[in-house]
């Protein structure tokens, strides 16, 4: 939210030394987000109002190009007027407009320097400015057109556009709505500042001589208060006064016309938003509703929108014409000839607007506003405030009768002892705090005592603080106002004895030996969409689709828990590839979700003491089943290019290697064997075991999930229950023997269909202790081999822990070790 300082000091009485700084500083210190303190004083030079003489429209070029003569007060008086020519391309201004003009000499923001140069053929002697070019707003869709009278052609124009103000940019919490205005923020100051305020909402508001308009509400829970308020013979060509559209300017809203700004600056100022209806287009009476299963709306957006059964409208005799608390219908929008105007404002859900915001897409500045709740006993104020503004700046006449129906539920006292802010801050503060802070901010205060004999205080929040309900609430506020610099901070000292869990400890090493050996960890989100699955091939019993579904996702299309990992990975590959970024290989270690056979209801536990053992063991078994997954993605080159030599591809075996990487990291031992399972091909998917249990699987993703993902060729990845590994409390620390190894190869030759993990296994099997290590190193088919066979190559090591091993000993125990390969599968030595 961005309010000009200038608008605040005119409700609150903020010491004129103060500078914007202290102030910047004083609401960080109240528990404000300051985003950003700007200063409009960034032109200088010369910066003058023109008066638009004549426009010539220079037609030769592909976009619109005016040349303009303006009168900047070069002339000795008012009958000897001597005009600049100026090239714009704006189109929103006419002859007789005034404007504001920046002359040679003149440095924008941005550090722009305005000279006479030729362009387009003429000699451009200055600069037609738009709001955004002079630093006081976002809107550049047209130059800064002034209201007429309000100025006289050579006037200096820093002092009208108030160059010397200050526009504080704020981002305001959910739960203080009451922020978001004027009011709100002018309250905040006064009491840093400990000086007095001016309500903008303390208008009087005479009674009402019967009904402006018809209104009932048939949702008393959506709206709980609603309040209409007309006024006739609006003179539609009236503009709307410089003050009002500068601060609508500067609080990033664009002026349209005098009635819909009004509305809009009583909502900045104030915080009660208002709409606006052409009454003459309103249809019968007012009814406040939830739309009807198949209604639909245009909104002033000019887009129709299909309206659901939890939205809230505002409906006529021809359905609805407005959605409450979002956007206005096109139907009945104040219109350039509009003269009879029907003024709303209303209280409605919070939590209503907000899924209706979610649901269009369609935030607003109303919005915003209602989703974190208005003071509801603002709405007669605010429309009187703008029914007012409307006859001063309009010439309208307010008619007598007030609209003002619902029953808005006003917030309840909440005693507490007096001294708990003390205990909570675990700070002493000075006798009379806890009432004067209370007092500040609006409460009713009475100081009375507990049952116990304590001092206690009963305070009843004010209707702008909706939020205060419990005693939290209230020591946070005394808090929040006596500043948490002040309090002290100590952290509590570290339990002895106590550290990692063992499962926690080998989450790390898995981390740490991933990243080692050159993957990277990212943290995808956990969401997914249906067609993910898919995209995955999956079959429509595949467990894997049965997810636990999001009440209020994130994203309306990824409503799902994932129950693996590899669609985060597998997109964040993808988006990396997208940027150019050829050579990827990433990890995570994370939760996946995996819904229960039968799910066990959630039991509701109360908040007033401890839950029980059993509540928490319902409590867990009502969860879904959160296992802990390890996956890695790769594609491109494994091994990069360079001088040293040719990169090399990552395969399905660099995915299966990362699976052995994880199991040594973890302490087990890890057996790999032909696999078949989507999303990986068929033919290249090694299924993961720890003893004859499976765990994970890797290999080579499948073509048609690669195009479907639109991912490279040959993608590879891997998954793994982390949860199913056995965790080894007593890990052995190695023994290094000493003696000299002896380093022998084999190369035996079997039938193709032996898968190597097999054969490996059978040479440690026949070599025993003295096999120390043992790595393939060459696989070869041909014809030297045979039909139907292929040569394993491996280098063997042997070494004994208590000697040194002769060569004829080695010997030996290589011709065991192939012993019993011959023996399981028929081997024989190349």
Request: aromatic share 4%.
């Amino acid at each position: 939210m961005r309010l000009p300082l200038s608008w605040l000091r005119a409700y609150v009485d903020v010491p004129e030394t103060a500078t914007s700084e202290e102030i910047s500083v004083a609401l960080i210190n109240l528990g404000f987000e300051v985003e950003e303190m700007r200063s409009l004083d960034a032109v200088t030079g010369p910066l003058v109002v023109g008066r638009v003489v004549e426009i010539e429209e220079l037609k030769d070029f592909k976009k619109p190009i005016r040349y303009c003569q303006v009168d900047v007060g070069d002339g000795e008086d008012d009958d000897d007027v001597q005009t600049r020519g100026i090239i714009c391309g704006a189109s929103n201004f006419a002859e007789g407009d005034l404007i504001v003009a920046a002359l040679p000499g003149a440095v924008l923001p941005g550090g722009f320097a305005i000279s006479a140069r030729k362009t387009y053929g003429k000699t451009s002697n200055g600069m037609i400015c738009s709001a955004s070019e002079l630093g006081l707003g976002d809107d550049h869709s047209g130059i800064l057109v002034l209201p007429s009278g309000e100025a006289s052609p050579g006037d200096d124009a820093a002092p009208l556009l108030g160059l010397d103000d200050t526009v504080i940019d704020l981002e305001i919490t959910p739960d203080r709505g009451y922020a978001m205005s004027v009011r709100g923020m002018a309250r905040e100051l006064a009491i840093a500042f400990e000086t007095t305020l001016v309500d903008p909402a303390a208008v009087n508001v005479p009674g009402a001589e019967g009904e402006a308009h018809g209104v009932h509400i048939e949702d008393q829970r959506g709206c709980s208060r609603f309040v209409a308020r007309r006024v006739t013979g609006l003179d539609p060509t009236s503009p709307t006064p410089w003050f009002i559209r500068r601060r609508l300017m500067l609080a990033g809203i664009r002026s349209i016309s005098l009635a819909v700004d009004v509305t809009n600056y009583v909502m900045l100022e104030t915080g009660q938003p208002m709409h606006a209806f052409d009454t003459s287009s309103v249809k019968g009476n007012l009814t406040v509703r939830r739309a009807l299963p198949g209604e639909k709306l245009t909104t002033l957006d000019d887009v129709e929108r299909a309206l659901d059964p939890d939205d809230i409208v505002i409906a006529d005799d021809t359905g609805p014409i407005s959605l409450a608390g979002v956007m206005g219908g096109a139907s009945t929008e104040v219109r350039p000839d509009s003269t009879d105007i029907l003024l709303e404002a209303a209280v409605w859900d919070p939590a209503s607007i907000g899924r209706a915001v979610r649901r269009h897409k369609l935030p607003s500045e109303a919005s915003k506003r209602f989703e974190r709740s208005v003071d509801p006993a603002l709405a007669p104020a605010a429309a009187e405030l703008a029914a007012k503004l409307l006859r001063e700046h309009g010439e309208a006449r307010i008619q007598p009768g007030r609209t003002d129906v619902g029953r808005p539920e006003l917030p309840g006292p909440v005693m507490m002892e007096i001294d708990l802010p003390d205990r909570v801050a675990g700070v002493n503060y000075p006798r009379g705090v806890t009432a004067r802070r209370l007092s500040q901010i609006g409460c009713n205060v009475e100081v009375t005592s507990t049952d116990a004999g304590r001092a206690a205080v009963i305070a009843t929040p004010p209707t702008w603080r909706p939020d205060l309900t419990r005693q939290a609430d209230l020591v946070e506020e005394v808090l929040r106002l006596e500043g948490y610099h002040t309090i002290p901070s100590v952290l509590p000292a570290a339990p002895a004895g106590r550290g990692l869990t063992p499962a926690q400890r080998r989450r790390r090493a898995v981390a740490r030996t991933l990243a080692d050996v050159g993957y990277v960890e990212v943290n995808p989100m956990n969401f997914v969409s249906p067609t993910t699955w898919d995209a995955f091939g999956l079959a429509a019993d595949d467990v894997r689709r049965q997810t636990v579904k999001v009440l209020n996702p994130l994203e309306a299309d990824r409503d799902e828990l994932a129950t693996t990992l590899l669609p985060g990975l597998l997109e964040a590959l993808a988006r990396n590839v997208s940027r150019g970024i050829r050579d990827v290989s990433l990890f995570n270690v994370a939760q996946v979700v995996l819904p229960r056979a039968q799910q066990v209801p959630v039991p509701e536990v109360g908040i007033d003491q401890r839950p029980t053992d059993a509540e928490i063991a319902t409590l867990k078994a009502a969860l879904p089943a959160q296992p802990v997954h390890v996956a890695v993605v790769l594609t491109g080159n494994r091994q990069r290019p360079g001088w040293w030599g040719k990169g090399e591809p990552a395969t399905w075996a660099d995915a299966v290697q990362a699976a052995h990487d994880v199991a040594a990291a973890a302490g087990v031992q890890l057996t790999v064997q032909a696999g078949s399972l989507l999303p990986w091909h068929p033919g290249r998917c090694a299924e993961l075991r720890v003893g004859d249990f499976p765990v994970g699987h890797a290999g080579e993703l499948h073509p048609k999930v690669v195009e479907a993902l639109g991912l490279p060729k040959r993608t590879c990845a891997m998954e793994l229950d982390l949860d199913l590994l056995p965790i080894q409390q007593h890990r052995p620390a190695p023994k290094v023997s000493p003696y000299p190894p002896v380093l022998l190869d084999v190369a035996l030759v079997l039938d193709a269909s032996v898968p190597v993990a097999e054969v490996t296994e059978a040479l440690h099997a026949g070599g025993g202790d003295l096999l120390e290590d043992l790595q393939l190193f060459d696989v070869y088919s041909g014809e030297q081999v045979g039909e139907g066979k292929r040569s394993l190559a491996y280098s063997l090591r042997f070494r004994a822990p208590d000697r040194t091993l002769t060569v004829d000993e080695a010997t030996a125990v290589k011709e065991s070790a192939v012993a019993v390969v011959a023996e399981r599968f028929g081997a024989t030595l190349r």
